[in-house]
């Protein structure tokens, strides 16, 4: 009988194998990991760079007693600070203890990371002056 001793080479070549796929295993989970935070960290700029635009669009809220049309070239003159960034004003009647209030619905929308978007909306009451 020989000496049995030692390791042969399929042996190696087995545990290197199995030592691969389970480094593999650890690498994917970890690159996942590290991609979301990436993507959820660039959401959250965009979430706060929208913010600022609606609050810096609300600053002078006289300028909501002016027609659509004055309150459109007012947002644009605002959104023109912002790259990736557009928004949509409409008009609304909303019902508020049993008074009908006319609104303008403002919608605010960042572009950020492989065109993805966040949009954050709000309501502004028409001749707002407060």
Do not use: C, H
Request: aromatic residues 8%; without cysteine; proline residues 1%.
């Amino acid at each position: 009988m020989g000496n049995n001793k030692g390791i042969t080479l399929i042996e190696i070549i087995v545990s290197i194998a199995i030592i691969g796929i389970i480094s593999l295993t650890f690498l994917s989970i970890f690159s996942d990991g590290f991609i979301n935070i990436i993507s959820s960290g660039k959401k959250s700029k965009a979430v706060a760079k929208s913010r600022l635009v609606i609050n810096d669009m609300l600053s002078d809220k006289k300028k909501f007693n002016l027609d659509e049309n004055e309150v459109k070239e007012y947002l644009n003159s605002v959104i023109d600070n912002y790259d990736n960034t557009n928004y949509t004003l409409s008009s609304d009647t909303k019902e508020i203890n049993e008074k009908e209030i006319k609104v303008y619905k403002l919608s605010v929308t960042v572009t950020y990371y492989k065109d993805r978007k966040v949009s954050l909306k709000t309501a502004i009451p028409k001749g707002s002056s407060q």
